[in-house]
């Protein structure tokens, strides 16, 4: 359960309203790297995760953290426009161009949709989206993805700060910076816990690792004239077996020339015949074929027949 307490988690007044500086500020509050992402990423990998304990705990206590910066942010938001005008006059306008260029810059949907409020989106007014969050039920593919997120949430809280000189947005920010410089160590301890405790393998994700293709994941493939394999990622070695990386370049590994079969005649797709006549195939072709190949699994499954 939650529980809300009153107090924000760090001061969020600036010393005077800023209409136009509001329209970017939403940036870091509902856009694809903002502070709502982090938050519904956080919260659905806590509320998803199977281990109960520190790791469960950690990544909900941020989760409910990043709440607390939703809550800021808006708080701050509403602040910055206050006064900002919900109705002008051509006139005021003209007599005015400092109103005027505010009124230009002003994000409409603040004065028209939300009443002086924050809007859960981005900076150019698109709502935030649920894509843009990971949560994949495996934590080594989450705390990477997250350490990530807090880097690229760190970068834009920078460069807003620096589209500012309003002392009290720029105290909450660096607030802010702090708990994104914090967080990103946060998520690589977390990873460097996750291997030394058993829970991966390596530092990186690799299900299925025992029939991979074992020479391809050893493999840098590289164009003429490129430089990449002066990196370590061409020199060093595997951090999963430790064998040696290599360099090769870039070519077919088969003969496949990816031609496709002869088109259902009902799609009219352009096609010159020579994979022989179409056979008609639809969404209940495609149904009939399905059901067709359970009922071949099940007798093959009843006679032991192996296909
Ligand atoms: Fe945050």
């Known amino acids: 359960m939650y529980r809300h307490t009153r107090e924000l988690q760090f001061t969020a007044k600036p010393e005077k309203p800023d209409a136009l500086f509001a329209a970017k500020f939403q940036e870091i509050l509902g856009g694809q790297f903002g502070e709502m992402t982090v938050m519904m990423q956080y919260l659905f990998q806590g509320w998803n995760c199977r281990v109960p304990g520190k790791y469960k705990d950690m990544i909900l206590d941020i989760g409910t953290e990043e709440i607390s910066h939703v809550e800021m942010l808006t708080v701050m938001l509403a602040r910055l426009l206050e006064g900002a005008p919900g109705e002008t006059t051509e006139k005021a306008a003209a007599a005015n161009p400092v109103l005027a ?17 924050a809007r859960p989106t981005d900076s150019q007014g698109n709502p935030w989206n649920a894509g843009y969050i ?27 700060a620096n589209m500012t000189d309003d002392r009290g947005v720029k105290e909450m920010l660096a607030f802010n910076l702090a708990r994104d410089t914090y ?83 009902l799609q009219y797709v352009t096609y010159d015949g020579s994979q ?12 009939v074929q399905q059901a067709e190949n359970v009922v071949t699994k099940v007798k093959d499954a009843i006679t032991g027949d192996k296909h």
């Open 276 to 287: 022989g006549p179409g056979k008609p195939g639809n969404a209940v072709g495609g149904a």
């Open 134 to 160: 990971i949560a994949s039920g495996n934590l080594l593919t989450d705390f990477r993805s997250n350490a990530a997120a807090e880097g690229q949430s760190r970068l834009m809280t920078s460069r807003i």
């Open 101 to 117: 260029a505010v009124l230009g810059g002003q994000n409409p949907q603040h004065a028209i949709v939300s009443g002086g409020g």
């Open 183 to 265: 967080h990103q160590q946060q998520w690589m301890y977390g990873i460097q816990m996750l291997v030394e405790e058993g829970f991966a393998e390596s530092e990186i994700e690799r299900s299925n690792g025992d029939w991979e293709d074992a020479e391809a994941a050893h493999v840098f493939y590289t164009n003429e004239g490129s430089r990449a394999g002066e990196g370590l990622w061409a020199t060093g070695n595997s951090v999963v077996d430790g064998q040696p990386f290599r360099t090769e370049p870039l070519r077919p590994l088969t003969d496949d020339q990816g031609i496709l079969p002869a088109p259902d005649p």
